[in-house]
C-alpha cells in the first residue's frame, strides 16, 4: 500500500504539469499495478490537488495581484485571458464528461493519445510562427482564446493539458517559458473545477482510514510537482520539447506492444 501511494503520488506531481499526461500515466499504472476501486479513483483525485496547491505556491505572486489588485490593467488583462482560456474545456468537459471517462479511459486510447500528442509536438517545433509574446502580461485575449480552443484536445486522457495549452500558446508566438507558465496558471482553475466536481461525486466513498493515505499522497505529489515545475520552466527556456514527444512516443509504443501480448 505504501509504496503504490508514493509511487502514484510520484507520478501525479511530477507530470500534471509536463507535457506527458498525468492522466495518462495514472490510468496506465493503475492498469498493471491492479488498482482500481473507490478509493484509488478518489486517490487520484486527491493528489491532484496536492499537484495544484504547488502551482498557487509558486506562482503566488500574480494569483495574489489578481485577488488584491483585480482593478489594475495587468490584473484585468490576466483575469480576462484565464476566463477566456478556461470556458471551452468547462463548456465540453461538462457536456461529455461522462461519454470521455465511459469510452476513453483505458490503456490503449490512452497509448494512442500519448502518440498522437507527440507527433503534435514535433510539428508544432518545427512550423510555429515567430515569438512575439515573451510575457505573462503581455497575452493578448485572442491569444488566451486560442490556448483555450486547444486545451480541449486535452479531454483525451493521454494527451496531456499542458501539452495541449503549451503547444496552443507556441502556435499563437507565446515563447516556450511564457507559454509553460500560462499553461500552469490556466490548469489552476480548470485542474480545480474538475478535481471539484470528482470529490463531490465521490464524497460517500472514503472512510476514515483512508485519511492518512490521502494526506501521504497528496503531500508527496505536491513536493513533486512543485519540484518538476520549477525545473521545467527553466528547461523549456533552453531547450525544445522534442525530449517529451520522444519519451511520449516510446512509451505510448511500448503501452500498445505491452496490451497486445498480454492481451
Known amino acids: 500500500m505504501l509504496s503504490d501511494v508514493v509511487i502514484l503520488g510520484l507520478l ?13 500515466h495514472l490510468i496506465l499504472a493503475g492498469h498493471f499495478m491492479h488498482r482500481e476501486g473507490a478509493f484509488w479513483s478518489t486517490f487520484e483525485i486527491v493528489i491532484q490537488v496536492g499537484a495544484i496547491l504547488a502551482v498557487l505556491i509558486e506562482y503566488r505572486q500574480p494569483l495574489v495581484a489578481l485577488v488584491a489588485a483585480p482593478a489594475r490593467d495587468s490584473s484585468r488583462r490576466l483575469w480576462g485571458n ?7 474545456a468547462l463548456v465540453l468537459g461538462a457536456l461529455f464528461h461522462h461519454a470521455i471517462k465511459a469510452r476513453l479511459f483505458g490503456p490503449k486510447p490512452v497509448a494512442i493519445a500519448l502518440i498522437v500528442g507527440a ?15 515573451k510575457a505573462l502580461d503581455a497575452v493578448r485575449l485572442p491569444q488566451a ?24 500558446g ?11 507558465q500560462y499553461s500552469f496558471l490556466l490548469g489552476v482553475p480548470t485542474l480545480l473545477a474538475a478535481a471539484a466536481k470528482d ?7 472514503l472512510g476514515r ?40 512516443l516510446a512509451l505510448g509504443a511500448a503501452m500498445l506492444l505491452l496490451l497486445r501480448v498480454s492481451g
Open 145 to 168: 482564446f486560442a490556448i483555450g480552443l486547444a486545451q480541449c484536445a486535452a479531454l483525451v486522457p493521454g494527451f496531456s493539458r499542458a501539452a495541449a495549452a503549451i503547444l496552443g
Open 119 to 133: 507527433i503534435a509536438m514535433l510539428v508544432v517545433e518545427r512550423t510555429r510562427r515567430t515569438e512575439s509574446t
Open 209 to 248: 482510514g483512508d485519511l492518512a493515505w490521502m494526506g501521504l499522497g497528496l503531500a508527496v505529489s505536491f513536493v513533486a510537482a512543485w519540484a518538476a515545475v520549477r525545473w521545467f520552466v527553466r528547461y523549456v527556456s533552453r531547450h525544445s520539447l522534442d525530449v517529451f514527444a520522444w519519451y511520449r
Open 12 to 24: 501525479e506531481g511530477l507530470t500534471e504539469f509536463l507535457p506527458v499526461s498525468s492522466t495518462g
Open 199 to 205: 470529490l463531490f461525486d465521490a464524497r460517500h466513498g
Open 170 to 180: 507556441l502556435l499563437v508566438g507565446l515563447d516556450r517559458p511564457t507559454a509553460a
Open 82 to 88: 484565464l476566463v477566456v482560456g478556461v470556458l471551452p
